[in-house]
Structures are given as structure tokens and as C-alpha cells.
Nanobody
Framework: QVRLVESGGGLVQAGGSLRLSCAYS????????IGWYRQAPGKQRKLVAS??????TYADSVKGRFTVSTDNAKNTMYLQMNTLKPEDTAVYYC?????????????WGQGTQVTVSS
């Protein structure tokens, strides 16, 4: 099991910045990928950024503006969001993927609201 607890959402004006944090605990030694999804009202949850084997991947809509990172000493992942746009408004969820043999398990944070005003 992996437990994830998010923090850092809020209200920000367009052009501003926010940093989301996600602290993870439990079976962290078997985590093979981490990252962030977001879900806007009435829309499907979509991948924003992920980090696997040290390689980041970003959705086209956030490239150059968002940065995913980890602090292994603190077992915490971050999503630094710069130059925010109203279309970035969503609930953001962190996740961790853990492998057990051939089976992948995915764990989720509780979600944190990010609202960008125009």
C-alpha cells in the first residue's frame, strides 16, 4: 500500500504560480512512477505530468510551464505550476504506480482544487 496526501492548491490569478505537494508513505520502495492528473468539471481526468526512471513527461498543454519533481529524502513529489491560465482550473490528483510482479497498482491522493481567475 502507498498513501498519498496532497497540499498546496488554491486560488490564483492568471499568470501566477502555485506549487502542489504530495507526500507519500508506505511501500514506497516499489514505486516505479509518480505524477499528477487533473480533472476539470464535466471532463475526464487527464495526465498532466509524470516521472519514471528520472524522466519527466508532460501534457502538451503544460509543457514549459509546469515542472514535476521529487525530494526522495522527504518522500514528497511536487508540481510547480507557472504562468497559470484559467483553463488550468481543475482538481489535481497525485498518483504513484507500484509494481508487484506483473501487476501494477496505482494509488491516488485525495485531490486538491486549483482555481485560476482571469
Amino acid at each position: 500500500q502507498v498513501r498519498l496526501v496532497e497540499s498546496g492548491g488554491g486560488l490564483v490569478q492568471a499568470g501566477g504560480s502555485l506549487r502542489l505537494s504530495c507526500a507519500y508513505s508506505g511501500a514506497t520502495g516499489s514505486i516505479k512512477a509518480i505524477g499528477w492528473y487533473r480533472q476539470a468539471p464535466g471532463k475526464q481526468r487527464k495526465l498532466v505530468a509524470s516521472l519514471s526512471s528520472g524522466r519527466p513527461t508532460y501534457a502538451d498543454s503544460v509543457k514549459g510551464r509546469f515542472t514535476v519533481s521529487t525530494d526522495n529524502a522527504k518522500n514528497t513529489m511536487y508540481l510547480q505550476m507557472n504562468t497559470l491560465k484559467p483553463e488550468d482550473t481543475a482538481v489535481y490528483y497525485c498518483y504513484a504506480a507500484r509494481a508487484a510482479g506483473s501487476i501494477e497498482y496505482r494509488y491516488w491522493g485525495q485531490g486538491t482544487q486549483v482555481t485560476v481567475s482571469s
